[in-house]
């Protein structure tokens, strides 16, 4: 049952042609995992893909197994060996790409303050990293120039920089061009020029972590 995860490997495939490779029934209702994946499952605080296979939209999770299993929401025929045609929603891939992008890249955008994430909600319209202080020099949450950094980020999205992934056995690595890597299952965009109106909307500190909420959008 061996499942290739090209959801991990191009961000920008939305439709592919596969066999299944498994199949079954639990709780959820029937399920199939195809052998070339690009659907993700919720997970790493990204929401899971909109899909359809053979036209037919399915529910996308994490099954028990590990493998990447698909809910078809009315039935879907098939029979053995069958190629079945999978999509993914380009607008929601790009926009929960650009909104996990922009997570990673407010993280690096805070260091300099004395702030380090280490955890990230990349959700459309509750989209927030929470960071802990690097040591007892970190600034005030009340004294963040939030101003500042956005419009700083703003020009340093204009510049772009590339964006890799790659593994290391079996850890996924995530790495901006000029930032330092950062373990990560999600998909990202390519370059950060790609995200547009990255907007700080806030930031509270609470019980010694510091919550920045963020938005951001994919650039055509």
């Known amino acids: 049952m061996t499942q290739q995860p090209r959801y991990l490997e191009d961000t920008y495939c939305f439709s592919i042609e596969s066999e299944v490779v498994a199949r079954g029934s639990d709780e959820h209702g029937e399920w199939i995992a195809l052998k070339d994946n690009i659907f993700h499952p919720q997970g790493g605080g990204q929401p899971a893909d909109i899909g359809w296979v053979n036209d037919i939209a399915v529910k996308v999770r994490r099954h028990a197994s590990g493998l990447v299993a698909l809910y078809p929401v009315q039935a879907l025929e098939f029979v053995e060996n069958e190629v079945l045609r999978a999509k993914v929603s380009p607008a929601e891939r790009l926009r929960n790409s650009a909104l996990h992008t922009a997570g990673h890249f407010l ?20 989209s927030r990293v929470e960071f802990s202080p690097i040591g007892p020099d970190a600034l005030a949450v009340d004294a963040l120039p939030l101003r500042e950094i956005e419009e700083e980020m703003a020009a340093r999205l204009r510049d772009g920089a590339e964006v890799k992934a790659w593994r290391e056995g079996e850890t996924r690595i995530t790495l901006i061009e000029n930032t330092e890597p950062i373990l990560c299952g999600g998909t990202h965009l390519a370059n950060i020029n790609q995200i547009a109106d990255l907007t700080i909307k806030s930031a509270k500190f609470k019980k010694g972590t510091l919550r920045v909420s963020y938005d951001a959008a994919y650039r055509d």
Do not use: M
């Open 107 to 126: 993280n690096f955008a805070l260091y300099p303050y004395g702030w380090k994430g280490i955890a990230g909600h990349h959700f459309p319209g509750e």
